[in-house]
């Protein structure tokens, strides 16, 4: 098991930056991948972009080019650079772990941060 953490929303202006951060409670040495996915005001919630134990990272269509995930497997911290936002970016973003458990991967999530892109 694992607990998450999310922190680094707020408000931005369209075309501003903003780096999320993602602590886990335990080494995330042995965790399948980690990602990051978003729900925006009356949507789906959907994948934003995931990154795997070898840095293997895939991204959203609507995010790539502008955001950027990685990894400090010694700090135990998962980060999401997003610039060029857009107002379309507006959304809770949460922190997502998948962990391999019993022949399953099991999935665990962090409370979410806001991210407001307004002018």
């Known amino acids: 098991q694992v607990q998450l953490v999310e922190s680094g929303g707020g408000l931005v202006q369209p075309g501003g930056s903003l780096r999320l951060s993602c602590v886990a409670s335990r080494s995330i040495y042995s965790i399948y991948d980690m990602g990051w996915y978003r729900q925006g005001p009356g949507k789906q919630r959907e994948l934003v972009a995931v990154i795997s134990s070898g840095d293997s990272a895939n991204y959203a269509d609507s995010v790539k080019g502008r955001f950027t995930i990685s990894r400090d497997n010694a700090k135990n911290m998962v980060y999401l650079q997003m610039n060029s936002l857009k107002p379309e970016d507006t959304a809770v973003y949460y922190c997502?772990?998948?962990?391999?458990?019993?022949?399953?991967?099991?999935?665990?999530w962090g409370q979410g941060t806001q991210v407001t892109v307004s002018s």
């Open positions: 997502n772990a998948r962990i391999f458990e019993r022949l399953q991967l099991i999935n665990y």
